[in-house]
């Protein structure tokens, strides 16, 4: 039973660049969240989104990030233009459908991203 | 929005000593406390986690107790071993919609 997937493991992209970051829930889950994780600090609270729907997304940034969960394929984070300001670890989490008890979350190895 | 704040940042304890670490948060609505261990370089993995329905919750040598009426929660961790070294992370949810995670303790077990 394959655990939360992300890849790539490692993005390095140039400033102004995209970057396109991807996350397979673990099998039986059908929402993912988005997290931003700065050095040496902690998980900030990007994206909540189920298949084909995104579900809160007050914590992403108005400009250059936008995220989408198709209804086949992986969840995918994507930075328009890139800043070195975006470079940070970036994990992904699933869990199954709340349905009145919030579920636990289980968390991806994460996709770290340098702009150079 | 919630506000969740934790302390120490920073935890050495010899091996075997307990090692306690503390939240606190704002918004009394959050009623879903989970702790998450972080490994260098890893992902973070929960550990253990709490309703607001219950007081306290203990699985083999870890625990967390909350107190809902000063909103502040705790993970307790005992006759701590040097695997036990990683970040720790509290974090608080309402709905589950949204996730705020603490500032980290960095936990350091002296062999």
């Known amino acids: 039973n394959a655990g939360v997937m992300q890849n790539p493991r490692h993005l390095v992209r140039r400033r102004g660049q995209e970057a396109r970051l991807r996350c397979s829930p673990m099998k039986g889950h059908s929402h993912v969240y988005w997290y931003r994780q700065l050095p040496e600090e902690g998980l900030k609270f990007m994206v909540y989104?189920?298949?084909?729907?995104?579900?809160?997304e007050s914590g992403m940034p108005k400009e250059r990030f936008s995220a989408e969960f198709p209804k086949e394929g992986p969840s995918i984070l994507r930075i328009q233009q890139v800043v070195r300001g975006d470079s940070a670890a970036y994990f992904c989490?699933?869990?199954?459908?709340?349905?009145?008890?919030?579920?636990?979350?289980?968390f991806g190895p994460g996709t770290r991203l340098t702009v150079l | 929005g919630e506000n969740v704040e934790q302390h120490p940042s920073t935890l050495s304890v010899q091996e075997g000593d307990s090692a306690v670490i503390k939240c606190t948060y704002s918004d009394s609505a959050s009623n879903y406390f989970p702790w998450y261990k972080q490994e260098l370089g890893k992902r973070p993995q929960l550990i253990i986690d709490i309703r607001s329905n219950v007081g306290e919750k203990k699985d083999q040598r870890i625990a967390v107790t909350l107190n809902k009426t000063a909103k502040h929660f705790s993970l307790h961790i005992t006759e701590t071993q040097p695997e036990d070294s990683a970040v720790y992370f509290c974090?608080?949810?309402?709905?589950?919609?949204?996730?705020?995670f603490g500032t980290g303790t960095s936990l350091t077990v002296i062999p």
């Open positions: 974090a608080a949810s309402n709905t589950g919609n949204q996730f705020y």
């Open positions: 989104l189920q298949k084909e729907n995104i579900i809160d």
């Open positions: 989490a699933s869990s199954p459908r709340n349905t009145g008890v919030i579920p636990k979350q289980f």
